[in-house]
């Protein structure tokens, strides 16, 4: 004869229960999200880098790009459709904190799907997705457009 625990059962009837089907999880699912085709952005902060020089990073810590194929005057941005999905638009914010860059510099510009990016010198500003961690530069020289911002909305080409 074979002795089973009586405090097992409602376990093992909630386990059958759940394992076929009739009983929904409350377990969270965790399902993954396509990465934002926009950042958010808290501040601008000009940092001196030993390698780049005085750049420009977000509130993140994250490092913004320009494109040189971009336009300043008036702005234009060429970076649209599915360039958004690797260049992400750093969109305009309420109450921009700025840190070592002229406020006069710092603008926005109406993109093409209607949305407002912010500018530095009238040059719209990215972040690079592949760009995993604070600091990161991976963008830097992609194409041979993609390029470090500087504090005045210039660009670090290497140069």
Not at 60 to 77: C, K, M, Q
Not at 90 to 96: D, E, K, M, R, W
Not at 98 to 125: A, C, F, H, S
Request: aromatic residues 8%; neutral net charge; hydrophobic residues 35%.
């Amino acid at each position: 004869m074979m002795l089973v625990n009586r405090a097992l059962i409602p376990v093992a009837v909630v386990a059958a229960l759940f394992l076929s089907g009739c009983v929904e999880s409350t377990v969270p699912v965790e399902t993954p999200t396509p990465a934002p085709s926009y950042v958010r952005v808290s501040g601008l902060f000009a940092v001196a880098t030993k390698i780049e020089g005085d750049v420009v990073i977000d509130g993140r810590g994250y490092v913004l790009y320009r494109s040189a194929l971009d336009r300043s005057s008036p702005t234009r941005s060429v970076c649209t459709g599915s360039c958004t999905d690797l260049w992400l638009p750093v969109p305009s914010a309420p109450n921009l904190r700025l840190e070592g860059i002229n406020r006069e510099l710092v603008g926005t510009y109406r993109r093409p799907d209607g949305r407002t990016q912010l500018t530095l010198g009238g040059w719209p500003l990215y972040e690079y997705a592949g760009d995993r961690t604070p600091g990161d530069t991976g963008g830097r020289g992609i194409a041979g457009s993609w390029w470090l911002v500087r504090p005045d909305g210039s660009l670090d080409d290497g140069h």
